[in-house]
Each structure stands twice: as C-alpha cells, then as structure tokens.
C-alpha cells in the first residue's frame, strides 16, 4: 500500500525557517517524480514544487523561488521541503505527492495526509 | 505560466442529477489535465487523468472529455457522496496550475 506521511509543519514566525519531510513507503520511491501542493484555509490548490527521480530536475511556483527548495533522498525514501524567509501568505497545509507514472508530464496518484504551515507573529 | 480558468465556482444539485464542470486554458495542453475531488479535511482524491481516462475504482459515473484547452467533468447522476470540491489541473508544463475549484452542493 502506497503511504506518504508528512511532518514538520507548525508556527513559526515570518522570515523564519521550516522544513518538511515526507517518509514514503509502498513503492519504489526512486522511480517517480515528487511534488509538494498546498492549501491555504479555505482556498484552493497550489501547486508548489517538483523533483526528478534523481534530483537533477526541480521546478517551483514563482511565489516561492529563491526562498523553498525541494529534495529528496532515495536511499531514506524521503521528500523534504526546505522553506526559508517564511510569509504570512504561506500559511497552509502542504501535501506530498506522487506523479502516477515515472515522467515529467503525470498527474498525481497518491497525496499524504497534509501538514498545516503557520506564518504569524 | 498557463492559467486555468475552472467553472462554476459552487453549483448546487439534487442526487440524480447530471452536472457538468469546465475547465478552460489560457494555452493549450493537450490531454494532459486532471480532475481531483476533495472533501473537506480530507487530500484531494484523483478521479480522471489525461482528460479524459478513468482512474483504477473510480466509479463510471464520472467522464471527462476534452482536448487542447477546453475540458469538462460530467457526473451523470449524482450519489450523496459526490458533494465536494472539485479541482481540474493541467500538467502539461510547469507550473502544474489548478483550477480554482468548483464546490458541489446538495440543493
């Protein structure tokens, strides 16, 4: 059964640091590219990050250039997600997510539980 | 970036009624758009990928057809458990941009 389980979300401060993991387990976590999506409350989606299999490729969402960066250990089967210089606009829960096949181009198959980010003073 | 543009924003209907989303481009993608349905607390669920292809123990009351950057989501006769959100999002190119959701209520 494919998991994928999120942690390190919390309240911090803005221009504060977190980093979220996600364990995943199931799968061969080293043949699929790895997003993070998040939800502001009561908002939509957004799609945030993605990474290669091997790391060699990360793409970001404009509002979070320069300050997120995506990574991934395969021999730990984990995706990580560094966030730096936090905003009160990033407050929201952020999913791990699987592409569905091992390319680029792939919708999302399998999403973890969530983790809520809190930007405030 | 492309932007979707997803329609209507809430949409309120009977069990048994058949309903229909759209969800519009701002540059073509081809086939590759999803459709998602989230209920509330809960992650988004995948219903159909490529446009238009069923996703394993979806039920068969949901279709998606469409090409290029005209899409639609088709519930052909609504179950009590198919009130939720509904989100298309495109994966052509990056940025995979969402639509902003639909919200599918019981009349």
């Known amino acids: 059964e494919v998991q994928l389980v999120e942690s390190g979300g919390g309240l911090v401060q803005p221009g504060g640091s977190l980093r979220l993991s996600c364990a995943a387990s199931g799968f061969t976590f080293s043949s699929y590219w790895m997003s993070w999506v998040r939800q502001a409350p009561g908002k939509g989606l957004e799609w945030v990050a993605s990474?290669?299999?091997?790391?060699?490729?990360?793409y970001y969402v404009d509002s979070v250039k320069g300050r997120f960066t995506i990574s991934r250990d395969n021999a730990k089967n984990s995706l990580y997600l560094q966030m730096n210089s936090l905003r009160a606009e990033d407050t929201a829960v952020y999913y791990c997510a699987r592409g569905r096949q091992p390319r680029i181009a792939a919708a999302i198959d399998y999403w973890g539980q969530g983790t809520l980010v809190t930007v405030s003073s | 970036a492309i932007r979707i543009t997803q329609s209507p924003s809430s949409l309120s209907a009977s069990t048994g009624d058949r309903v229909t989303i759209t969800c519009r481009a701002s540059?073509?993608?081809?086939?590759?758009l999803a459709w998602y349905q989230q209920k509330p607390g809960k992650a988004p669920k995948l219903l159909i990928y490529a446009a238009s292809t069923l996703q394993s123990g979806v039920p068969s009351r949901f279709s998606g057809s469409g090409f290029g950057t005209d899409f639609t989501l088709t519930i052909s006769c609504l179950q009590s458990e198919d009130f939720a959100t509904y989100y298309c999002?495109?994966?052509?190119?990056?940025?995979?941009?969402f639509g902003q959701g639909t919200k599918l209520e019981i009349k």
């Open positions: 540059q073509g993608v081809t086939s590759y």
């Open positions: 999002q495109q994966y052509y190119s990056h940025p995979h941009t």
């Open positions: 990474i290669k299999q091997d790391g060699s490729e990360k």
